[in-house]
């Protein structure tokens, strides 16, 4: 998902929702951002739990609402949740896989007011389309999105770069092309959730990502009065981090599955306690609660952040990133080279560009993780020691 | 088509959408998970532009409602860049 576009607040108000209304999904992406531990959120909110949701976060100003997951197909009631959004004022999105989906339900969509829909490619061929997806969707996938264009929907197309797809940049885009895309997002993996385990196999080379960023320069000037390209760069090559989510609390609120609110949909993975809708308003969760307030504004910052003057620009960079990387989630962000820790970072990703240099491509390197419910079981039965497992 | 041309009846592309938002007092145009905050004057234009008033229609509108203001060129402009960003198009 990107900001682009998104004028920040200073206000501070929750002006994107974003509705992670289930974690199934038929699909198993490797990279997907969701939780590791997906099998724990079965205990879902209901229709009425969202539709309170929504109008309390409609009144405090939210504008635009992204329905996603898992798939958000899944849900039977998305329908009437797709309604209620659209009766409330809200710019409603919806963020599939296209795994589904039908004309039926297309055309349903538009009648309950649906604005958007953005649909997902692994890869802009059949074979590794499924392979990633660890399921036959991509001809399915193709058929949707030019469902999508003749119910004369705006339609984005994502394609999450990764080493075993980026090579394929020049195909990925005409194929978006061919399909009519509006926008297309070309985001890079981001190192948690799924991705983290599987990121010695899908770290993009350097020379992978610079090769990338010229073809994307060279369409977007050859395409720029069809369709608009986003490429979102990783920041792992980077000397400074990201503003991540504008900040701390300051626009985004993600609502995942079981009803827990979130400052960002990766932040499940920090040691915090996390608001639930279920014992809050949202009002009273975004100004109120502990989980949202701990990283706003600057006090919270250790060095060399605190003494920082860039602090304003980048707020630190992404929690996720400094706990994941550096054991304290108030640390910089390890991307920057101020950080204490980004020669270790550096260290890393040099190792597994070295890995990926020496790598036979004829070989099956270390098997992907792929995400699904079974995986997820034996990961958290077995967190020492993870199962690798492969659902070819 | 000029956009600006006195006869062009201008739209709001498909993929945007024009709202009044009570919680930020302004005309907001939204698009694919985005949005822009418009000013007063903009937001007197954009409310206009309905797919029926052409060009020369909502200016003559304008200038009944804002009669000291100087507005022809700046409603002319303001379909320049409107149109440049992709939020109308004329009418075919
Ligand atoms: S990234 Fe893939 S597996 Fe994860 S929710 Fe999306 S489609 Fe499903
Ligand atoms: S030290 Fe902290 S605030 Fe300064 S540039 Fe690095 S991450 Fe940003």
Sequence with gaps: MTTAGFEQSSKGKPLWLLAELTYKCPLQCPYCSNPVEIAKYQDELTTEEWFRVMREAREMGATQLGFSGGEPLVRKDLEELIAEARRLGFYTNLITSGVGMDEDRIKAFKEA???????????????????????????????????????????????????????????????????????????????????????????????????????????????????????????????????????????????????????????????????????????????????????????????????????????????????????????????????????????????????????????DEKPLMFRNMRNSKDIEKDAKKPHLETTE | MDITADQTIPEIAPTFRLQWEKAQNCYVVLYPEGMVKLSPSAGEIMKRIDGAQSVADIISELQQQFPDAELEQDVRKFMEVAHDNGWIRAKQ
């Excluded at chain 1, 503003?243 to 609390?249: E, L, R």
């Excluded at chain 1, 952040?305 to 550096?326: I, V, W």
């Excluded at chain 1, 640390?331 to 920057?336: E, K, L, Q, S």
């Design chain 1, 113 to 363: 007011g649906l604005d958007h829909i953005q649909i997902s490619f692994q890869a802009s061929n059949e074979e590794l389309n499924n392979y990633l997806a660890g399921t036959k969707s991509f001809n399915h996938k193709y058929e949707m999105a030019r469902l999508v264009k003749k119910y004369e929907y705006p339609m984005v197309l994502n394609i999450v770069l990764h080493r075993k797809n980026i090579e394929q940049i020049d195909d990925i885009i005409n194929m978006c092309n061919d399909l009519d895309a509006d926008y297309v997002e070309l985001a890079s993996t981001q190192y948690y959730g799924w991705s983290r385990i599987n990121i010695d196999q899908l770290l993009p080379t350097k020379e992978q990502l610079d090769n990338a960023w010229q073809v994307t320069q060279k369409y977007k000037e050859k395409y720029k009065d069809k369709m608009k390209l986003i490429y979102v760069i990783p920041d792992y090559y980077e000397t400074r981090p990201k503003p991540c989510m504008n900040g701390w609390g300051s626009v985004f609120l993600t609502i995942v599955p079981d009803g827990t609110a979130l400052p960002c949909h990766a932040a499940h993975q920090l040691p915090i306690e996390f608001p639930n809708v279920r014992d809050w308003t949202i009002e009273g969760l975004w100004n109120d609660s502990e989980g949202f307030n701990v990283f706003r504004g600057f006090d919270w910052m250790k060095e060399p952040c605190r003494s920082c003057p860039e602090k304003t620009k980048d707020f630190g960079g992404c929690r996720c990133q400094a706990y994941m990387l550096t054991g304290d989630a108030r640390n910089a962000d390890p991307v920057c080279d101020k950080s204490p820790y980004h020669a270790e970072l550096h260290a890393d990703v040099e190792r597994i560009n070295k890995l990926a240099k020496e790598q036979d491509p004829n070989k």
